[in-house]
């Protein structure tokens, strides 16, 4: 049965959810200037401004119109995640400040950083991420590969600590990539399904992630996901952000002859041919650039 939208409105920030949902709590944050209501994982942000200071709140709870799961499961999964980013705490990450229960769901503080989804697919959806002159993608792809090279590297080291805590990335593509324009700098958001290593594909085909980045494991049930998991998702990103995404050829890639072969084995659809780990492959780029 589809019900209609029901429209809430918090200061001065107008947003529809499934149904009805209390978000008095937000109040002693401060004021609310900005929000985040197109996600499918049953969470919905805000940014919020209090004396000068603002930050990004993550929550779980209510039912936003593209989340057709239940609001117990998102909230499971986001007080599961704090533990994540509390592990995982690197420079090149979003800092988590804070986080708590309200009457009716789960709530994560972050620091508020000014950089701008790679895939803000709420914005510029379809053939507009490529092509609008506005769009955060659009413009990243205008950089210099030098700068595009730097943006890189930040994503390769961040996940060869990840590897070096004993963790694998999942659901890591170019909507967990911000990237800040006016200073050149990137972080990482949204690594809330991150797992120990190694671990397993337990939900087959469906197994979290967006499907222009995911290895062949990454759609078979009981398959590994492991370090060499994510090499592929690293060579994959490399071919995001320097070529033609899911198309490998050589045509669309920028940068030089050897960084293309360095990610192309990495994307290899047969395991053992990719690099071992993130810190092999990252090695090898690095030798090349």
């Given at each position: 049965m589809n019900q209609l939208p029901v429209r809430h409105i918090i200061d001065n920030v107008?947003?529809?959810?499934?149904?009805q949902h209390d978000f008095t709590w937000l109040q002693s944050l401060g004021t609310v200037f900005c929000v985040f209501d197109q996600q499918d994982s049953g969470n919905i942000s805000f940014g919020?401004?209090?004396?000068?200071?603002?930050h990004f709140v993550k929550y779980a709870g209510c039912?936003?119109?593209?989340?057709?799961?239940?609001?117990i499961d998102a909230i499971s999964r986001?007080?599961?995640?704090?533990?994540?980013?509390?592990?995982?705490?690197?420079p090149y990450?979003?800092?988590?400040?804070?986080?708590?229960?309200?009457?009716?769901?789960?709530?994560?503080?972050?620091?508020w950083f000014k950089g701008e989804c790679l895939h803000s697919h709420w914005l510029f959806a379809g053939k507009a991420k490529q092509t609008h002159p506005q769009s955060p993608f659009y413009k990243f792809k205008q950089l210099?590969?030098?700068?595009?090279?730097?943006?890189?590297?930040?994503?390769?080291?961040?996940?060869?600590?990840?590897?070096s805590q004993g963790y694998?990335?999942?659901?890591?593509?170019?909507?967990?990539?911000?990237?800040d324009f006016s200073t050149d700098v990137t972080k990482i958001c949204d690594i809330d399904f991150y797992r120990p290593a190694p671990s397993v594909n337990d939900m087959g085909e469906n197994f979290w992630g967006a499907?222009?980045?995911?290895?062949?494991?990454?759609?078979?049930?009981?398959?590994?996901?492991?370090?060499k998991t994510n090499v592929f998702t690293m060579g994959a990103i490399a071919f995001g952000l320097l070529g033609g995404e899911m198309d490998h050829s050589f045509s669309k890639w920028e940068a030089n002859k050897s960084l293309y072969e360095v990610a192309l084995r990495a994307v290899s659809k047969e395991r053992e041919r990719r690099y071992i780990t993130v810190s092999e492959f990252k090695k090898a780029w690095d030798s090349k650039k």
């Open positions: 107008s947003f529809d959810l499934q149904e919020i401004e209090n004396n000068g200071i603002k039912r936003p119109l593209a989340f057709s799961g239940e609001p986001l007080s599961t995640a704090i533990s994540l980013y509390k592990t995982l705490k690197h990450l979003i800092n988590l400040i804070n986080h708590f229960e309200s009457n009716n769901g789960y709530a994560a503080i972050f620091e210099s590969v030098e700068k595009r090279l730097q943006a890189l590297n930040t994503i390769y080291e961040f996940h060869k600590f990840v590897e694998v990335a999942v659901d890591f593509y170019d909507g967990s990539i911000l990237y499907r222009r980045f995911k290895s062949p494991e990454e759609f078979i049930l009981g398959a590994p996901i492991d370090a």
